[in-house]
T-cell receptor, first 115, second 114 residues
Framework: DARVTQTPRHKVTEMGQEVTMRCQPI?????VFWYRQTMMQGLELLAY????????DSGMPKDRFSAEMPDATLATLKIQPSEPRDSAVYFC?????????????FGEGSRLTVL | AQSVTQLDSQVPVFEEAPVELRCNYS??????LFWYVQYPNQGLQLLLK??????LVKGINGFEAEFNKSQTSFHLRKPSVHISDTAEYFC????????????FGAGTRLTVKP
């Protein structure tokens, strides 16, 4: 059963600490997205990658957020330093790339609470 | 860039009643349209999609949606809802030829009451 796997599922940390969230896309998918979901802003696109290369990260606060794909099976989203306003659920999603119909497969999310 | 507006933030209905969740989009080019559902503490999953062809699209769990190009709408319908349909529903749009840039609406919270 192919699925997108995200870790951790829940994270509580204190302001100023570094937070790293990880995502394993579905095997064979070459497009990976990071979304953030909050009550106030809904689903916001933070960044996306194709074939491990970042195509757009304009949705991310550049001073504290960074996203990478060290290899095809791992995407990371890092926040350093974290702030209370970063509290949200962070979703990773993957898709099949060129010729793909556009369906996204979402992980279950990482719920981040920054105190 | 394309955008999506979901006209209702919350829709309460009684079990076995019909429901329509409204979605309008804005784009200067041709688009693909999607509806996703999110159950509590889960990620989003695809309900249905419109790529081309017939404007009436059928999805999982008895849902269907109709693409109306002249009204730039893609409303989601179900003739008879169940308690288990209680969830958040998201309309999404991506531009043909640029599937990387998918934009989501703010979501509609469907609550089905007994």
């Amino acid at each position: 059963d192919a699925r997108v796997t995200q870790t951790p599922r829940h994270k509580v940390t204190e302001m100023g600490q570094e937070v790293t969230m990880r995502c394993q896309p579905i095997l064979g998918h070459n497009t990976v997205f990071w979304y953030r979901q909050t009550m106030m802003q809904g689903l916001e696109l933070l960044a996306y990658f194709r074939n491990r290369a970042p195509l757009d990260d304009s949705g991310m606060p550049k001073d504290r957020f960074s996203a990478e794909m060290p290899d095809a099976t791992l995407a990371t989203l890092k926040i350093q330093p974290s702030e209370p306003r970063d509290s949200a659920v962070y979703f990773c999603a993957s898709g099949a790339g060129q010729g793909w119909s556009g369906e996204l497969f979402f992980g279950e999310g990482s719920r981040l609470t920054v105190l | 860039a394309q955008s999506v507006t979901q006209l209702d933030s919350q829709v309460p209905v009684f079990e076995e009643a019909p429901v329509e969740l409204r979605c309008n989009y804005s784009s200067s080019v041709s688009v693909y349209l999607f509806w996703y559902v999110q159950y509590p503490n889960q990620g989003l999953q695809l309900l249905l999609k419109y790529l081309s062809g017939s404007t009436l699209v059928k999805g999982i769990n008895g849902f269907e949606a109709e693409f109306n190009k002249s009204q730039t709408s893609f409303h989601l319908r179900k003739p008879s809802v169940h308690i288990s349909d209680t969830a958040e529903y998201f309309c999404a749009v991506s531009v043909r030829g640029n599937n990387n840039d998918m934009r989501f609406g703010a979501g509609t919270r469907l609550t089905v009451k007994p």
